[in-house]
T-cell receptor
Framework: DAKTTQPPSMDCAEGRAANLPCNHS???????VYWYRQIHSQGPQYIIH???NNETNEMASLIITEDRKSSTLILPHATLRDTAVYYC??????????????FGGGTRLMVKP | NAGVTQTPKFQVLKTGQSMTLQCAQD?????MYWYRQDPGMGLRLIYY???????DKGEVPNGYNVSRLNKREFSLRLESAAPSQTSVYFC??????????????FGPGTRLTVT
């Protein structure tokens, strides 16, 4: 699986957009980009995933560059409850039995009033 | 739907004691997982079960055993606990056979301290 690089921490003002970058320069053609977050002491929570097209759901938007070597998770109007560690994960699509998620250090997002 | 449930929430063991962590999901998922998370670190996969009747080692399986009791339940056993196993343990489940990729649903975690 491709490795990812994320900044260790970021701040964002409440109500503003939070843009969390992720570098995955060694990603291969069959690998998806997943984003999870972990609010303090809780289990990780799925946010969104994508292959090459930009994706949007009720939680966030995912922007993947054309060469797929990096992506950005966008929380359009961050709230205090969005304070969490955000993990960017790359793994192959398809039905392989493992479906393992490899969690790195993530980005600790602090949303401030 | 309760999603993924784990018991107990907290546990303190002495070195050498054994215990079983329980996990159950009510989403009819085929795949289940056990992860551990040490302080300030990301999650690491211990064991997984791709479907009922199968189990496989993950990244850090030493010192653990698992049982996929049925489709709903996946337990993690520590036969002889060591201080290095002090951690937060998360169980997760996912649907296996989706073409686009799929999300894992996580339980609330079990906080284990081995003294």
């Amino acid at each position: 699986d491709a490795k990812t690089t994320q900044p260790p921490s970021m701040d964002c003002a409440e109500g503003r957009a939070a843009n969390l970058p992720c570098n995955h320069s060694t990603i291969s053609g069959n690998e998806y980009v997943y984003w999870y977050r972990q609010i303090h002491s809780q289990g990780p929570q799925y946010i969104i995933h994508g292959l090459k097209n930009n994706e949007t759901n009720e939680m966030a938007s995912l922007i993947i560059t054309e060469d797929r070597k990096s992506s950005t998770l966008i929380l359009p109007h961050a709230t205090l409850r969005d304070t969490a560690v955000y993990y960017c994960i790359v793994r192959p699509k398809g039905n392989n039995a493992g479906n393992m998620l490899t969690f790195g250090g993530g980005t600790r997002l602090m949303v401030k009033p | 739907n309760a999603g993924v449930t784990q018991t107990p929430k907290f546990q303190v063991l002495k070195t050498g004691q054994s215990m079983t962590l329980q996990c159950a999901q009510d989403m009819n998922h085929n795949s289940m997982y056990w992860y551990r998370q040490d302080p300030g670190m990301g999650l690491r996969l211990i064991y997984y079960s791709a479907s009922e009747g199968t189990t496989d080692k993950g990244e850090v399986p030493n010192g653990y055993n698992v049982s996929r009791l049925n489709k709903r339940e996946f337990s993690l056993r520590l036969e002889s606990a060591a201080p290095s196993q002090t951690s937060v343990y998360f169980c997760a489940s996912s649907e296996m056979w989706r073409d686009r990729g799929y999300e894992q649903y996580f339980g609330p975690g079990t906080r284990l301290t081995v003294t």
